[in-house]
């Protein structure tokens, strides 16, 4: 991976960062596709997400890890952890 690249996820990482929790899909080879918006291979796709893996872990956020599941079911998911963590905030008084 280019050391440009990397740099450049750094720096929005920093940027934009605007939530600790990060979901997080590594590359699904099942439904994996190239085409003119995604020109990586899916070998290419594979180091692009570890690049971004690290470097959120880097930079201290939280990874959640979405199971290779169908859309919908993904919507459930992350919509019942959002509920459990704002749950958790409540009981912290985070908020």
Not at 17 to 33: A, D, N, Q
Not at 46 to 53: A, F, L, S
Request: proline share 4%; net charge positive; charged share 25%.
């Amino acid at each position: 991976m280019d050391s440009r690249i990397r740099l450049i996820l750094v720096d929005n990482a920093k940027k934009y960062r605007y939530f600790s929790v990060v979901f997080i899909l590594p590359p699904w080879e099942g439904i994996y596709r190239q085409d003119t918006i995604r020109v990586a291979s899916f070998a290419e796709a594979c180091q692009i997400h570890e690049v971004i893996r690290k470097t959120y872990q880097k930079l201290e956020y939280q990874l959640v890890g979405l199971p290779s599941i169908s859309i919908p079911e993904r919507v459930v998911f992350i919509l019942e952890y959002l509920t459990q963590l704002n749950y958790e905030f409540i009981k912290k008084k985070v908020f």
